[in-house]
């Protein structure tokens, strides 16, 4: 099968491509380009694992072919730290344990940052219904929702 | 609640790999690649029970890009023999035939060949090539239906164990346990109440988000590599040497991160046929589970069904209680039976009890171990009822628990007597708890259930160094699953009395430190800490010899604290005290490295019981609970990380209200899996759960020094009848099979509304 050439950008910068056109997104974040963060839960869009956002819109990487990543821009997990600064969703996923194995994380923080940026004042029901696409095994969800919550809580102080 | 005398016990500090976690940077099973791999994949039988007349791999192997195909032929057979493989006893004829159906194909999904490529696209092509001849057999699935004489028999050489005299027959009942104390009989005629109902669940699957992953490199002489994603790479190790007939000392398995388990990762799948098509084409073998692979190879938790009786006085004291255990064990022996039947009334002070339960095997994929292994089941027959007992009394549901709960000195139906437990403590925080005293608001039910499980000991192996700046490594050998690393690097600063930031624990792989048993039965903060401990102890004697050396005074004479070695008294002389980086720092002057080793069978592993308290409403047309509150209580011994500790208990509650409400297999006729992905075998999301609210009781350990029992069992344990109980007296209805999913319970309630319009 001929490969096809994808140009995009990941996490900021310009990047190229060759992959089948029957992949996904998520296959060549992980094979192609080396970029594991993004995890593979199901395969079919049920576990939000693979959460990324495509023109700052979330979606699960797994659902979308590599080759609609055309000159759009994708961001990853990677993507979320800047420089040697964790993104506070990240610093306080971290202090409230909300993350027992972890495997659930990279896509619980791509899509509540994609909340945040929406929704700077979500309530906890927002907050539970938005990340209703995103399954954890590990946690009960408890510290997960209070995470956001004091992430938005602590954003909101600071934009004041 | 925490011992105030610790300076790092009972804080709650960021996790040493947390930041490689909330980056992507912690690799996982599927993260790991090396140069020039082939991808490996299974083919499955379509059928529940098949005999395999033959199979010709031929077209497969000749696609080019096919490297490898494998089927049972390329595994040794084993003997019909239970043997320690890693320190569990497993059954190796089993064993290989579950990794690679020989025979038969015993339940849908069950393997049958595999092939390396050198692309997925490639293999998967391949195993379309792969023609099997099946001979169809009739096939089981339910274990009511596999006990019946006329079933289908899976296995013709399984004779039941533990009847006598042994039946002459093949059966697909693998075993009968009986369990007895006292005379049941006597104290059923002592009761004034005797409440008997027959309960059943269905299997669940524990649902890790991270599907079974592994690598597997074999060298030409012989020695082999394996990356997995384990709860225990031991017996990784185990299996793979005893399956393939290789030495244990020339496999060295890596755990990788571990993205979830429950039990379901202390069993192996894919590691033997990678190290196989590896040693068959020199090339490493990368495979990976699909999530549907996972939910029809990989072992769920039984379901099974459970008849109950219990007897009380007038005043709630239980006289007598029985109870009947049946377990799908799946397509070969082995459920979790015993726990099943000793957790049942372990919670209770009980004279007379008798406890019998089958094993049964049936065309499912064999079951794994999930989160106390068992007990749920029992629980919720053995709670449910206790609820039925309650309201039949006219008691409170705490008041009647506590009437019976057992107690130092109670002499369980299996044996053991419990020293140091805290279930009436828990209890009791229970019935002061805010959430117990508050009324229940209107349109609501309070459901009420307890739960036990013994927590395990067994086998750590642990080792601490200093590096020369006086920073502290310790090594031990269980994969992290949720946040280990933390609370052995909170024990050994605590011990050795330095800074929680100075102590880096890593986990090694099978080469690089003494065997441990796997990472579950919730031992690993227990045995595994208790390792770590003792290391750092053994460090703490070698640290206070080169003290004494530096001062040319006897060892005796120097004591260690805050870590620092200071003389024992102002007899031994004056000497300012020196840090743990002042030895490391001389060490090569008084004797070389300074390390500590430990390596121990934990005894003494302190039970736990757990009580649980929720609040929901039933929307009696649709069918669909809504929880409004949950408050889970438990004995935790000492919360070394209490967030984490938390987590265990909000973790184990939510994965027990998806038991309760909405998790199941549904088979179709064929016996064949019509809900192998997320979507249809419903796990609860954010949007189904409030918050989880925990109370966390400490009565220590005695048997650890300090004071851990493990947590991440019982919370498993009480949710399935918490939620029944709560059900039963919103509705009036009481349900007896699980789930209790809208479609059930709205037909349940439809059934029951003109029995309760005409009373
Ligand atoms: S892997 Fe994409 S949603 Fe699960
Ligand atoms: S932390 Fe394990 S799945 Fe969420």
Known sequence: MAKTHVSTTINGEPVEFLCDPTQSLLDVLRDNLGLTGSKEGCGSGDCGACSVTLDNRLVCSCLILAPEAEGHSIRTIEGMAQGDQLHPLQQKFVELAALQCGICTPGFLVASKALLDRNPDPTETEIRYWLAGNLCRCTGYDKIIRAVMEVAADMREAAR | ?759
């Open chain 2, 1 to 759: 609640m925490s011992n105030g005398s610790y300076k790092w016990i009972g804080t709650r500090p960021n996790r040493p790999d947390g930041a490689d976690k909330v980056t992507g940077r912690a690799r996982f099973g599927a993260d790991f690649n090396m140069p020039g791999q082939l991808i490996g994949k299974v083919l499955r039988s379509p059928h529940a029970h098949a005999r395999i007349r033959s199979i010709d791999t031929s077209a497969a192997a000749a696609l080019p890009g096919v490297k490898a195909v494998v089927t049972a032929q390329d595994f040794p057979d084993q003997p019909n023999v239970v043997v320690p493989t890693g320190e569990m006893q497993v059954n190796l004829r089993d064993v290989t035939r579950n990794v690679m159906a020989r025979e038969k194909a015993l339940y849908e999904g069950h393997a049958v060949a595999a092939v390396a490529a050198t692309t997925e696209a490639v293999a998967r092509q391949a195993l379309a090539l792969i023609k099997v001849d099946y001979e169809v057999l009739p096939h089981v699935i339910d274990v009511e239906a596999a006990m019946k004489d006329d079933a289908p028999v899976l296995h013709d050489h399984l004779i039941t164990e533990g009847v006598k005299p042994a039946p002459d027959k093949a059966s697909n009942i693998a075993k009968r346990m009986d369990n007895v104390k006292g005379d049941v009989e006597a104290g059923f005629r002592q009761a004034e109440v005797v409440i008997e109902r027959r309960y059943a669940t269905q299997p669940v699957h524990q649902g890790y988000i991270e599907p079974h992953a592994t690598l597997a490199s074999a060298a030409e002489d012989g020695q082999v590599q394996i990356w997995s994603t384990t709860q225990g790479h031991f017996q990784v190790r185990g299996f793979c040497s005893r399956l393939l007939g290789v030495e244990a000392s020339q496999i060295r398995v890596t755990p990788s991160e571990i993205g979830g388990g429950f039990g379901g990762k202390t069993v192996v799948y894919l590691e033997p046929v990678a190290m196989r098509l590896s040693q068959k084409t020199g090339k490493p073998v990368k495979m990976v589970m699909s999530r549907e692979e996972v939910f029809r190879a990989s072992g769920p938790a039984p379901g099974g069904t459970v008849a109950v009786k219990i007897g009380a006085r007038r005043d709630g004291r239980i006289v007598a209680a029985e109870c009947t255990v049946a377990l799908q064990a799946g397509a070969f022996p082995g459920s979790p039976l015993g726990p099943a039947c000793w957790t049942s009334f372990a919670c209770y002070d009980i004279d007379n009890i008798k406890v019998v339960g089958f094993d049964v095997v049936s065309n499912r994929p064999k079951v794994a171990a999930y989160r106390a292994p068992g007990a749920p089941i029992s629980a919720w027959a053995v709670e449910s009822t206790l609820d039925i007992l309650a309201q039949e009394l006219g008691m409170d549901p705490i008041d009647l628990r506590l009437k019976n709960a057992a107690k130092k000195g109670t002499k369980t139906s299996y044996g053991p007597t419990f020293d140091t437990i805290g279930f009436v403590e828990t209890l009791e925080a229970v019935k002061s708890s805010a959430h117990y005293r508050s009324p229940v608001k209107p349109g609501m039910a309070r459901g009420v259930a307890a739960g036990f499980w013994f927590n395990v000991g067994a086998d750590s192996s642990a080792a601490a160094h200093v590096a020369e700046d006086g920073t502290v490594t310790v090594i031990s050998g269980n994969p992290d699953i949720g946040g280990s690393r933390a609370s052995l690097a909170l024990m050994a600063a605590e011990e050795l009395g330095v800074d929680y930031d100075k102590v880096r624990p890593v986990i090694a792989d099978t080469s690089s430190i003494g065997f441990n048993f796997v990472t579950g039965g919730s031992r690993v903060t227990f045995a595994t800490g208790l390792a770590v401990v003792n290391s750092v102890k053994d460090m703490i004697r070698e640290l206070k010899v080169r003290a004494a050396k530096t001062w040319k005074v006897d060892p005796e004479a120097v004591v260690w604290e805050n870590g620092h070695a200071r003389p024992a008294g102002s007899n031994v002389g004056e000497f300012e005290p020196l840090s743990l980086a002042d030895l490391a720092a001389s060490a090569g002057r008084t004797g070389g490295p300074i390390n500590g080793h430990a390596q121990l069978n934990a005894q003494g592993a302190g039970p736990g019981f757990g009580v649980h308290v929720v609040d929901l409403a039933v929307d009696r047309d649709t069918g669909i609970v809504t929880i409004d509150r949950y408050t889970a209580a438990q004995d935790v011994g000492t919360a070394i990380h209490p967030s984490y500790v938390e987590g265990q208990l909000q973790g184990g509650v939510v994965q027990g209200v998806g038991w309760a409400l909405n998790e199941e297999y549904i088979y179709n006729a064929k016996g064949k899996l019509d809900n192998p992905g997320f979507l249809d075998y419903r796990m609860p999301v954010a949007s189904d759960l409030p918050m989880i609210e925990t109370i966390l009781v400490e009565v220590p350990n005695p048997h650890h020094p300090y004071g851990v029992r493990g947590v991440g069992e019982v919370p498993i344990v009480p949710p399935l009848a918490a939620v029944g109980n709560a059900v039963a007296r919103a509705t009036g209805v009481r349900m007896t099979d699980l789930p209790m999913s809208p479609p059930r319970l709205s037909a349940a309630l439809d059934a029951a509304t003109p029995r309760m319009a005409a009373e």
